[in-house]
T-cell receptor, first 112, second 117 residues
Framework: QQQVKQSPQSLIVQKGGISIINCAYE??????FPWYQQFPGKGPALLIA?????SEKKEGRFTISFNKSAKQFSLHIMDSQPGDSATYFC???????????FGQGTRLTINP | GAVVSQHPSWVICKSGTSVKIECRSL??????MFWYRQFPKQSLMLMAT?????????EQGVEKDKFLINHASLTLSTLTVTSAHPEDSSFYIC?????????????FGSGTRLTVV
């Protein structure tokens, strides 16, 4: 019940296209859903995050869509660029529980 | 924004020796720090959670005597890999949480690549 399932494992998108990564969770107590971007040899960096009281959050080219009833959330990267090539992790946590539960990660490659 | 500095970025040590990794919050007080281990092409695996001034809470299967964690101040946590062996070679990442932040404030360090030879 503490798991966050992420798909796909890897994704190749052409430059200018839309990259979509999906995550699903079981624990309805989760109340914070961040996405992290990780480049090789570096630590994860927060990209964008959402609370379950909103269905969508947009920051620049990055959008989180959140479906509370389906217990799913997704990351959309519009106008994908080669510089977006990285591994993306979704995560979830419960206020007060401290721990982040990570998805398995998606290796995104943007072809020029 | 919040910055977490992790050192060293990479280290090579001989089997049987100990290695210390430092994690510092530069511009905020980190009430809680987390230590992760990441294998190639895999997700982050939480090793332990430490609150300032308290003993660390280790995840199931993590040897507390091998991975010593100290969180003596609100800006510094250390992970010491004792009697390191080649199977301890991995990418170790710390994370610090800013208490009370509306976004929970999880900030990650840049990671440490440990190679035990």
């Amino acid at each position: 019940q503490q798991q966050v399932k992420q798909s796909p494992q890897s994704l190749i998108v052409q430059k200018g296209g839309i990259s979509i990564i999906n995550c699903a969770y079981e624990n309805t107590a989760f109340d914070y859903f961040p996405w992290y971007q990780q480049f090789p040899g570096k630590g994860p960096a927060l990209l964008i995050a959402i609370r379950p009281d909103v269905s969508e959050k947009k920051e620049g080219r990055f959008t989180i869509s959140f479906n509370k009833s389906a217990k799913q959330f997704s990351l959309h990267i519009m106008d994908s660029q080669p510089g977006d090539s990285a591994t993306y992790f979704c995560a979830a946590t419960i206020q007060g529980a401290q721990k982040l539960v990570f998805g398995q990660g998606t290796r995104l490659t943007i072809n020029p | 924004g919040a910055v977490v500095s992790q050192h060293p970025s990479w280290v090579i040590c001989k089997s049987g020796t100990s290695v210390k990794i430092e994690c510092r919050s530069l511009d905020f007080q980190a009430t809680t720090m987390f230590w992760y281990r990441q294998f190639p092409k895999q997700s982050l695996m939480l090793m332990a959670t430490s609150n300032e001034g308290s003993k660390a809470t280790y995840e199931q299967g993590v040897e507390k005597d091998k991975f010593l964690i100290n969180h003596a101040s609100l800006t510094l946590s250390t992970l010491t890999v004792t009697s390191a062996h080649p199977e301890d070679s991995s990418f170790y990442i710390c994370s610090a949480r800013t208490h009370g932040s509306p976004t929970y404030g999880y900030t990650f360090g840049s990671g440490t690549r440990l190679t035990v030879v």
